[in-house]
């Protein structure tokens, strides 16, 4: 297993991940105690740990390098793995789950909810930054630890097939939701169609930018750490910044079951639209500048496709704590689409201001 220094004080479950099992653990090393992240890795959602944990060295490594060429701190502004006994990236225990250990990232915050425009133009700046490091690492080592993460024509496609399946019998009740996502089925091609004739570049992208993925400094309040790096792939900026949008620009929680309390909020809109671009620096090509509100279109359906399959089926790929979570949290996606297909013209012009 690990051989954590000092002598074991308390293991706490720790953060409000959906996918992952993560605890916080405290040691105590002459006198001080000191903090680390243990996670058991989801078998369920990502087939090949091994493969997951060679992507995860393989981009932690490439970080450092350009951190401390920039004079940066190592251990505040990525994930650090700590290796087992074996000296291996994770441990495997008696029942065959698979497990691995960060450093423990002091001093920061990791918000479900942006404070206001400030924090959350900061975790875009972040974000994009964090994707223009990544601009030149070689992409074909990178294996896929979800295959068709974000082919949005192919959630579709799985969500059809639940429908008829309809394993729960759940389906009758939420006739509504199933209506809003089959109207929807010609854009869910949009940018998958673009990527295919080349219109928008494959990139290197994290595809899981939710801002309780982004540590902010307590004092400063920067962005200072991209963590769940679990699904770093070959991918599409535009996701990136929709993924961020739809949580983040959410003027309610994900699972917000009081609909009248969510909409998309175009003052965090802005403030993450102009820290995206400029934490980016100008990487970002015209055709991915005019489709940024698509992605966050996109990203907003696309979950609320994977929150609602995942309802029908039995909700056993998020973590839900109450019964109904998970269609709780499709709700939300897409009354949030709703709005953002109304609000379309004044994000693009917010775009615009900035690119
Ligand atoms: P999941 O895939 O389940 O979302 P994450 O890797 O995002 O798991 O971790 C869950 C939570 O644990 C994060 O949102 C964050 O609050 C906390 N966390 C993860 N890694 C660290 C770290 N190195 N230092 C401090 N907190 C962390
Ligand atoms: C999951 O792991 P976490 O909680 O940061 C999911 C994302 C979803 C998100 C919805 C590997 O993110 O794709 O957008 O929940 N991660 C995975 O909140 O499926
Ligand atoms: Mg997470």
């Not at 680390?36 to 060679?54: A, G, S, W």
């Not at 994707?131 to 992409?139: E, G, H, I, M, V």
């Not at 792939?233 to 910044?241: E, H, I, Q, R």
Request: glycine content about 8%; hydrophobic content about 35%; aromatic content about 10%.
């Amino acid at each position: 297993m690990f051989a954590f220094p000092g002598t074991f004080v308390e293991a706490i479950p720790y953060g409000n991940g959906h996918i992952n099992d993560t605890y916080r653990l405290t040691f105590e090393q002459s006198g001080r105690l000191v903090h680390y992240i243990l996670q058991q890795m989801n078998r369920k959602v990502f087939r090949k740990p091994e493969e997951l944990m060679e992507n995860i060295e393989g981009v932690t490594a490439w970080l450092k390098k350009k951190i401390q060429e920039n004079g940066g701190d190592i251990y505040r502004e990525t994930l650090n793995v700590i290796p087992s006994a074996e000296g291996k990236a994770w441990c495997v225990d008696d029942t065959g789950e698979y497990w691995r250990a960060y450093y423990f990232i002091e001093n920061a915050l990791c918000l479900d909810q942006a404070a206001g425009t400030q924090d959350f133009y900061e975790s875009a700046v972040a974000f994009g930054h964090f994707q223009r490091l990544l601009s030149d690492y070689p992409a074909d080592t990178l294996h896929e630890t979800i295959p068709d993460f974000h082919n949005t024509p192919d959630r579709f496609r799985k969500f059809r097939a639940a429908v008829e399946a309809d394993v729960c019998g759940r389906a009758a009740a939420v006739q509504d939701e199933i209506r809003f996502v089959m109207e929807r089925e010609a854009f869910t091609h949009t940018l998958m169609d673009r990527l295919a004739e080349g219109k928008l570049p494959l990139r290197v992208t994290h595809n899981d930018t939710k801002l309780n993925n982004i540590m902010l400094d307590e004092k400063t309040r920067k962005g200072i750490c991209v963590i769940d790096l679990d699904t770093v792939m070959p991918g599409l900026s535009v996701n990136d910044f929709g993924d961020s949008i739809r949580f983040g620009a959410s003027t309610g929680a994900e699972d917000e079951p009081d609909l009248t309390k969510i909409s998309c909020d175009l003052d965090l809109f802005e403030a993450y639209t102009k820290g995206f671009i400029e934490g980016c620096a100008g990487a970002l090509t015209e055709e991915e500048l005019n489709q940024l509100v698509n992605g966050a279109k996109m990203m907003t359906l696309e979950c609320g496709i994977r929150f609602l399959t995942d309802y029908l089926e039995g909700d056993h790929y998020f973590k839900i704590h109450r019964d109904g979570q998970n269609l709780d949290r499709c709700r939300t996606q897409f009354k949030l689409v709703a709005d953002m297909e109304q609000k379309e013209m004044e994000m693009q012009e917010i775009v615009n201001k900035y690119r």
